[in-house]
């Protein structure tokens, strides 16, 4: 068997490794420069083929002051305070039932995490599905709804700013309650009497409003 150098062995210690003069290998001129360099020339094959997505916008990042931040608060937040707040009047009892308004407490949504014994009632602007489950389960209400519209209008045309100020559009409601029988339209000023309804507390004169649920009997 007649062994024979690989040419590359024979070049090692050659600075141009058998090129010839270095300016015209392995420089970044040569290979059309360094890095991403000229993926839309030179190169535009390569981007077709390996990165197709590499120019134009992709989507797009909100203004932030279109960004409304929510403040939740847990069930299992809810469950551990709850003699503090009725001691600090935040919340109050109806029987065996802990009613609880999270807005006065300067939250707007509620949340599912850990584990509840007691009974709530809560109203509030927003429920996570679980956390309404959750309720449900130990026998607790839930009542969702808004203090004005905005739904058919958020954003502000000329400025591109949200929209905050009241509106005619219907303001949403939704009763979480195995208790209720028919749920009827009603006015704003119809909230405090349906809550005090389901509390089974009665309707002060002064009020204006009606109940806008029927208890099952």
């Known amino acids: 068997m007649i062994r024979t150098k690989r040419k590359?062995?024979?070049?090692?210690?050659?600075?141009?490794?058998?090129?010839?003069?270095?300016?015209?290998?392995?420089?970044?001129?040569?290979?059309?420069?360094?890095?991403k360099a000229g993926m839309g020339k030179q190169h535009w094959t390569w981007t077709v083929i390996h990165d197709p997505d590499h120019?134009?916008?992709?989507?797009?990042?909100?203004?932030?002051?279109?960004?409304?931040?929510?403040?939740?608060?847990n069930l299992s937040y809810l469950e551990e305070q709850a003699e503090n707040l009725i001691a600090s009047g935040k919340a109050s009892k109806d029987g065996d039932a802990i009613v609880i308004d999270v807005t006065e407490l300067g939250?707007?949504?509620?949340?599912?995490k850990g584990k509840i014994s007691k009974t709530f009632k809560i109203s509030a602007p927003k429920f996570s599905a679980s956390a309404i489950e959750k309720i449900e389960e130990v026998g607790g209400e839930a009542l969702i709804t808004a203090d004005h519209g905005n739904c058919?209008?958020?954003?502000?045309?000329?400025t591109g700013g949200?929209?905050?100020s009241h509106s005619t559009y219907d303001v949403p409601l939704i009763v979480v309650s195995d208790r209720i029988k028919t749920l009827n339209s009603g006015r704003l000023c119809d909230l405090t009497p349906t809550l005090l309804t389901m509390m089974g507390e009665e309707?002060?004169?002064?009020?204006?409003?009606?109940?806008?649920?029927?208890i099952k009997e």
């Open 8 to 35: 590359i062995n024979k070049q090692r210690g050659s600075r141009s490794n058998g090129g010839g003069c270095t300016k015209k290998r392995r420089g970044a001129g040569n290979k059309g420069g360094k890095g």
């Open 55 to 73: 120019f134009g916008k992709h989507g797009f990042k909100r203004p932030q002051k279109m960004i409304k931040k929510v403040n939740a608060v």
């Open 107 to 112: 939250y707007d949504k509620v949340l599912a």
């Open 152 to 158: 058919e209008l958020m954003v502000d045309l000329k």
């Open 162 to 164: 949200p929209i905050t």
């Open 203 to 214: 309707i002060p004169e002064e009020m204006t409003g009606v109940s806008l649920v029927e």
